[in-house]
């Protein structure tokens, strides 16, 4: 692993696991605040709340920023943003601070969340993106276990501001590396920052004008399979067989200074040997004899190399060496829609924030007003994204099968375990009388499963594919959820727990798999913008489900069922439209492969 895709995948993992433990660290720091800065529990719900609302609405937003500007460059920003909100809330006066500042946590969290999967998307192949993706879901387990175990801790002793604070030094550091620490990540090749990372020095595009045709006599074995010409020894120019040691074989079509345009193209392929102004037959092949194209040779490290285009006199986009894509298109050529980012913030926004209330006010005046802007507001960003030129959702990211359908399985896998735990949680104290030390012992196999299984499933998604691996983790995780339908002790609880935490490791690793790994490069901002909105609305989505149905008298088997219920759904609906393999080789014109790099005809 090269240093930059070292420091690319540390980057990822760390603001992943900030997000991660600063989440999970709240709900054991609540108490304590509410009761030191005299605040009400609506104020207290707040602070979460907020941050939920501020986060769900910006994601795919940010996303196309770091498409834009740079995922690194937005990363590091989201990390000093995000650490100076935590800072802030460490030294909160009152509750309205502490509420305004979790607001400015969202907003700097979700610029951050996207650009890790982004980065990813960037510094690694397509082929190569299952351990790194798998790193950072282990990483966000190790966070959702040990959060709350060190919350306590610090609740404990130093008191509640100590775990905001705990966010500082990290964020400061990896923001201002990110920052910092520019490498070759967009230097050159704007849009697709792992080309830079990945091309050697040496394979310039006008190396091989150094080199005539006449020294290289083996070029032709050295061809890359992409070559459209056939320029071996079997087809000699006819009229002129000096012709090659007399024009480099990098040399445009269009020499100006010999022939100018408006002497006409006939007068030009002249120059090159053809006495009868048609292309000679080492420009050409069989399958296609369009003139203009460009020729395809090898530089002197046995790079491919290319001459420039008679027209632009620009060389052409090839496939890369190493990933095997073409480059993508700068980062100027990403527009932002703030139309559109303004209705999907505001439809995103009001359904968080009507599912987050739904559980403590019910269908209040707000949650109404909530549920009705959110597909208002939805509807108008469907109507814009389809007559402007320039979508904030990509084509080629939404009316992909597999990243709609990968996006649903994230929904329903985390709606289903968010809505579980919330039951099991009334289930274990109310029901069955456990205290709290006892409940956190009977969960720890969730968070062990889920930490194990993340790296599992990059061997799984290699080995089974996409399809099956997910497929057979949904039913896991449905399995899990029915055995806590009927558990009544601690060897079935934590059966039932492992089984959670083994199918939603599993799930996670898998779906986002495939969404980063569909998603065009240029495009990687918006995909992961999209994973992490996913991401959040799961959770909120099943606990409302959840409190909806465990009214009086309805006990826990009904949710825990509807819930199982909606896993197995989503299995069954969503997991035919992934793919059933891996796409190992790039530059293999397979369906479905985003580089979309033709084979040879």
Not at 114 to 142: E, H, K, N, Q, Y
Not at 393 to 401: G, N
Not at 411 to 422: C, E, M, P, R
Not at 443 to 450: I, S, W
């Amino acid at each position: 692993m090269t240093p930059h895709r070292a420091l690319t995948l540390a980057s990822s993992v760390a603001g992943a696991m900030i997000v991660a433990l600063d989440g999970t660290v709240l709900t054991v720091v609540q108490p304590t605040l509410q009761r030191e800065l005299g605040a009400s529990f609506a104020q207290v719900q707040w602070t979460s709340t907020g941050y939920l609302v501020a986060v769900a609405g910006l994601l795919v937003f940010a996303g196309r920023l770091g498409d834009r500007f740079g995922h690194q460059r937005v990363f590091g920003v989201g990390m000093l943003g995000f650490g100076a909100a935590s800072a802030g809330i460490g030294v909160a006066p009152g509750i309205g601070w502490v509420i305004a500042l979790r607001v400015a946590q969202g907003v700097f969290g979700a610029l951050l969340q996207p650009a890790t999967l982004g980065m990813l998307r960037a510094a690694f192949p397509p082929d190569r993106l299952r351990m790194p993706i798998a790193l950072r879901m282990s990483a966000i387990g190790v966070a959702a276990a040990a959060g709350p175990v060190l919350g306590g801790a610090l609740v404990s002793g130093p008191g509640w501001r100590a775990v905001f604070l705990l966010n500082v030094a990290p964020a400061a550091a990896f923001g201002t590396l990110a920052l910092a620490v520019r490498g070759g990540t967009e230097r050159r090749w704007a849009g697709r920052p792992d080309i830079a990372a990945q091309q050697p020095r040496t394979s310039r595009p006008d190396t091989a004008a150094q080199q005539p045709l006449t020294g290289r006599p083996d070029t032709a074995a050295q061809q890359p399979r992409t070559a459209r010409f056939d320029t071996s020894a079997e087809q000699p120019l006819p009229s002129r067989p000096d012709t090659a040691a007399q024009h480099p074989r990098t040399a445009p079509f269009d020499t100006t200074a010999e022939q100018p345009h408006a002497a006409g193209p006939e007068a030009r392929f002249k120059t090159l040997g053809s006495t009868t102004g048609q292309p000679p037959s080492h420009l050409t092949d069989a399958a296609d004899t369009t003139a203009g194209r460009p020729l395809p040779t090898t530089d002197t490290t046995g790079q491919p190399s290319v001459i420039a285009h008679p027209t632009t006199g620009q060389p052409p986009a090839t496939a890369h060496p190493t990933t095997g894509q073409p480059p993508a298109k700068a980062h100027p050529t990403t527009r932002l829609n703030a139309l559109s980012a303004t209705l999907l913030a505001l439809s995103l926004a009001a359904l968080v924030h009507a599912l987050v209330t739904l559980p403590s006010d019910g269908l209040s005046p707000t949650g109404w007003a909530a549920l009705l802007v959110a597909p208002v507001a939805g509807a108008g960003f469907v109507r814009h994204e389809r007559r402007t030129p320039g979508p904030l959702l990509p084509s080629d990211v939404i009316r992909s099968p597999a990243v709609a359908a990968s996006l649903g399985i994230l929904v329903a896998a985390s709606a289903t375990l968010q809505g579980t735990l919330f039951v099991a949680t009334f289930l274990l104290q109310d029901t069955l009388g456990f205290d709290p030390l006892h409940m956190a012992l009977l969960g720890l196999p969730l968070a062990a499963l889920v930490i194990a299984a993340a790296p599992g499933a990059a061997v799984l998604l290699r080995r089974a594919g996409a399809r099956r691996t997910t497929v057979g983790a949904m039913a896991v995780l449905a399995a899990g959820v029915l055995v806590l339908v009927r558990a009544s002790g601690s060897p079935a609880l934590c059966a039932g727990f492992a089984l959670l935490g083994a199918g939603y490791g599993t799930v996670m690793v898998t779906a986002t798999h495939v969404v980063v790994r569909q998603a065009p490069v240029e495009s990687a901002g918006v995909a992961g913008g999209l994973q992490q909105t996913a991401m959040n609305v799961g959770p909120v989505l099943g606990v409302a489900v959840a409190t909806t149905l465990m009214g009086p008298g309805h006990g826990h088997a009904l949710p825990l069922l509807v819930l199982a219920a909606l896993a197995g759904t989503a299995a069954a609906v969503a997991g035919p439209r992934l793919p059933k393999r891996s796409l190992q080789a790039i530059n293999t014109g397979q369906e479905g492969d985003p580089a979309r790099v033709p084979a040879r005809r």
